[in-house]
Each structure stands twice: as C-alpha cells, then as structure tokens.
C-alpha cells in the first residue's frame, strides 16, 4: 500500500514538473533550406506562453533577434551572439517578428507567434527589407487573428 502511495505521488510531481516546464522549440538557422538560402526553419511556430524556442546555428554565421516594433507590449527583446545557439522562454501573448541580423537584407526572417496574435496589425505595418516583407507576407498569411 505505501508503494503504491509513493508511486502515485512520484507520478504526480513529475506530470506538475513536466506542466511547469512548458514545451520546447527547436528553430534552425540555416544556409540553405527548403525554402532556399539563408533561413530560419521552421520560419513560422506557434507556441503556448512559457514554452522555450531555442535558435540553433546549424550553419555558421547566423544569430537571432527580434526587430524592433514586431514584439509584444510587455514582453522583452533579445538578440543572441552570432554562431551561438540561444534559447528563450517566451511568456507574453503576441506576434514576435525574429531576424539573422547579418542575413536581414537578404530575407532571413522568422515569425513566432504566441497564444493569440493581439498585435498580429501593429507587426504588419512594420518597415522591413524588401526581400524580408516578401517573406513575411507569407509568414502573416498563416497567422489566426484574434
């Protein structure tokens, strides 16, 4: 009978713990993909508010920042080191616009949404490059507004 108890309580710590946790998301930062050079990929994820999303520079000569005016009220920019991989835990609900910084001319964009869009038409009217608004339009398509 007490085996059964800790047993029974060992399970339920480790479903809290795992629930605590959130999920986690890997995002590659490529040379090439298969939606051509210089990538993000997946470029689109939707993750719940405290799941992680970890950048990873598969190929060298890549980070991972948000562009200024694509983020969330509230929520916190970053902008990771160049060749490193860097991981985040987002908890503010919104559209988070992501680009290479040293591939940006070139369209290298992601869009991380989390829980509902709310600022799905302030991130829209944001200026960006234009090989970036091509890549980006396509990227919005995708996107439930709430």
């Known amino acids: 009978m007490k085996s059964v108890l800790l047993a029974t309580i060992a399970a339920v710590m480790m479903m809290t713990t795992g629930l605590a946790l959130g999920e986690e998301v ?11 050079k210089m990538v993000f990929e997946p470029d689109f994820v939707t993750v719940n508010a405290g799941d992680k999303v970890t950048f990873v520079p598969t190929d ?36 988070y616009g992501i680009r290479c910084t ?21 991130a829209k009217v944001v200026k960006v490059s234009a090989k970036a608004k091509k890549v980006f339009d396509g990227l919005f398509a995708q996107v439930d507004a709430p």
């Not at 509230?74 to 559209?95: D, I, M, R, Y």
């Open 26 to 36: 890997e995002i590659k930062m490529l040379n090439k993909g298969t939606k051509g």
């Open 102 to 122: 040293p591939h940006y001319g070139l369209g290298m964009v992601a869009l991380i949404v989390v829980g509902t869009a709310e600022n799905v038409e302030d």
């Open 60 to 95: 060298k000569g890549h980070n991972a920042e948000i562009i200024k005016g694509m983020i969330p009220p509230g929520a916190e920019t970053f902008k990771s080191k160049v060749n490193s991989q860097f991981s985040v835990t987002l908890t503010e609900s919104g559209v």
